[in-house]
């Protein structure tokens, strides 16, 4: 049985990567275009500085979050944050920010993390929806747009009896009515830009009239601020430029041929 | 390349020992498209392709067709062209729309056929389609010499002529290479290769290491050891490609890219569905795949 949610407009963040500071915009931004619940589809630490400051926003706000890949290892104290990375300069990258990140997270938050829950169903008017982080069926399976075919979607949907699939994981955002009229939804990333050249992120705000509407929305916030608490933090220089510049510098060996031709590097 | 054997690699041991896993869920179908039909025949080819008298057979349109559907309703993940060498199939570009049309797809070449009328139908290809277009391009070493001597007089060039090509209309190929010519104690061959192309113009090299299989040309040098039970204790076979992914082939359905055509290995003489049981892991090359985690595709 799925929980029925009261609300008619829910805001569904992607990966927060410890930017609190984009967190923040996009609680207050939702609240102002009148979304009456918050979902965060996991992957709160990583990347960014000072993880702790994203849990006391994501409670206040009364957030519900599911489990992402990089909550799990963190909860758990794992060797890696089980991106999946080979290419040696990724690995390299990778392990400085989740090390750093699982030092500076709390035994409080860690407990937290470790009881979030893999998957959510729940329904918004009449549409059945699948909160996730990767795929429904592993945290860290990678749904990029031009790698993520419908027979897939339609069956994940047809084993989860959703409508809508909502994920994120990849940091890219993407909306595709599938032929059966079910949704598949990658709500992006908050806490990263999309390699398009831009320093802003995206969150999405679901709204059910007489038809359900997905808007994904920009949000600026300070990130020359966050840029700088990166560098005092002694976070890599390439992922304090992907913050200024919004083109990804690493990590890339996972992205289609498709996305990656419209990034920089 | 005379004196290289084309004969079948040694099968899989019909023996009783072997320990199973039981299939997860379709998430690779691989098409051995041309068999084991090659212009290369590299040294360490593990399932010993060459230009005459291959061992197997490759595969003609419709079977490749019916597969594409079934793996569609299946809820497949992705499509991969492999054999041989893919580019000898005289319907390859209508092939690879078709897969391009339900799914991601991958195209694995060593590079020498794909001159510029034929890059440029790839672009068209991957640019009319919703999903990625992959196309990884073998070489063994990031010097001709090296390359060569492995892969034979002038593939080098030829490969990264190809490279260039494929690079120069944003198709961004991956190249893909194994660590049979890789001087033990030098730099890794990932960074190796990463100069090397860099040096050729290659903006965003991608690159793909595999290990060495002990199959085929290679068969020597395995030590010949087999799974038992008991290395499966503590073991998690999501790790082990044949869980996810299934091989058409001359023949049937097939167990994994590595095995596939090998009588041993084939688990349906026609359609996926018939072929999702569990396999045994009865071959040397199985040893390898549980040793590294191998991935043959693409992540
Ligand atoms: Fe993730």
Redesign the interface.
């Known amino acids: 049985m799925r929980e029925l949610l009261s609300a008619r407009r829910v805001a569904l963040l992607g990966g927060v990567y410890s930017n609190h500071l984009a967190l923040e915009a996009a609680l207050a931004d939702a609240r102002a275009r009148g979304a009456e619940a918050i979902f965060c589809l996991g992957d709160l630490g990583g990347f960014g500085p000072h993880p702790d400051r994203v849990f006391p926003l994501l409670r206040d706000a009364g957030v519900t979050s599911v489990q992402g890949n990089y909550d799990l290892s963190v909860a758990q104290g794992a060797v890696d944050c089980a991106c999946g990375y080979t290419d040696p300069r990724d690995t390299h990258f990778a392990r400085l920010s989740y090390e750093y990140t699982v030092r500076n997270t709390s035994t409080e938050n860690r407990r937290w993390l470790r009881a979030l829950p893999p998957t959510l169903k729940v329904a918004l008017g009449d549409t059945r929806l699948l909160l996730c982080h990767g795929s429904p069926r592993r945290i860290n399976e990678f749904l990029w747009e031009t790698t993520t075919p419908n027979g897939l979607l339609e069956r994940f949907c047809r084993e989860t009896e959703s409508d809508l699939l909502c994920f994120t994981h990849t940091g890219i955002k993407w909306h595709r009515a599938l032929p059966s009229g079910r949704h598949a939804l990658n709500v992006g990333a908050l806490g990263r830009p999309e390699n398009d050249g831009a320093p802003r992120v995206w969150y999405t705000l679901l709204t059910a009239d007489h038809e359900l509407s997905v808007e994904f929305v920009p949000v600026s916030y300070d990130h020359e601020t966050l840029a700088r608490e990166m560098t005092r933090e002694g976070l890599p220089d390439e992922f304090v430029e992907t913050i200024r510049s919004g083109w990804w510098t690493c990590c890339l060996e996972s992205m289609p041929v498709k996305e990656r031709s419209r990034g920089r590097y | 390349m005379l004196g290289l054997s084309v004969r079948a690699p040694r099968d899989i041991a019909a023996s009783s020992s072997a320990p199973r896993v039981e299939f997860r ?1 379709l998430e690779q179908v691989w098409f051995q498209i041309t068999g084991t039909l090659c212009n290369l025949a590299c040294r360490h080819c593990f399932n010993s392709s060459g230009p005459h008298e291959p061992w197997l057979a490759g595969l003609d349109v419709e079977t490749v067709r019916r597969h594409i559907r079934e ?8 499509f991969y062209f492999t054999g041989g060498e893919p580019f000898l199939h005289p319907e390859i570009l209508a092939l690879l729309a078709d897969a391009l049309a ?3 797809t991958t195209v694995l070449t060593n590079g020498t056929l794909i001159d510029d009328p034929t890059a440029d139908r790839l672009t068209q290809l ?1 640019a009319a389609a ?5 196309i990884r391009v073998s070489l063994d070493a990031p010097t001709a010499a090296e390359n060569d001597a492995i892969r034979g007089r002038g593939s080098f060039a030829k490969a990264l002529a190809a490279v260039r090509r494929l690079v120069a209309r ?3 190929p991956i190249v893909t290479a194994t660590e049979i010519a890789a001087p033990p104690g030098s730099p ?1 061959l ?2 190796r290769l990463h100069a090397m192309l860099r040096a050729a113009g290659v903006a ?1 090299p ?4 595999l290990p060495v299989l002990p199959t085929g040309r290679c068969e020597s040098r395995g030590d010949g050891r087999r799974l038992t039970a008991g290395d499966l204790e503590g073991f998690d076979p999501a790790r082990l490609q044949c869980t996810r992914t299934r091989v058409v082939a001359a023949g049937g359905v097939y167990a994994c890219p590595i095995l596939a055509g090998l009588p041993g290995a084939r688990l349906a003489g026609e359609g996926l569905a018939a072929a999702l049981g569990p396999t045994a892991l009865a071959h040397p090359a199985c040893s390898t795949c549980y040793e590294t985690g191998i991935a043959c595709g693409n ?1």
């Not at chain 2, 793996?71 to 992705?78: I, N, P, S």
């Not at chain 2, 919703?130 to 992959?134: H, I, K, M, Q, T």
């Not at chain 2, 991608?206 to 290491?209: N, Q």
């Open positions: 869920e793996a569609e309703t299946l809820g497949a993940r992705e339900v799914a991601p991957a919703l999903y990625s277009l992959e944003d198709l961004y890794s990932y960074e965003r991608r690159i793909k290491i992540s």
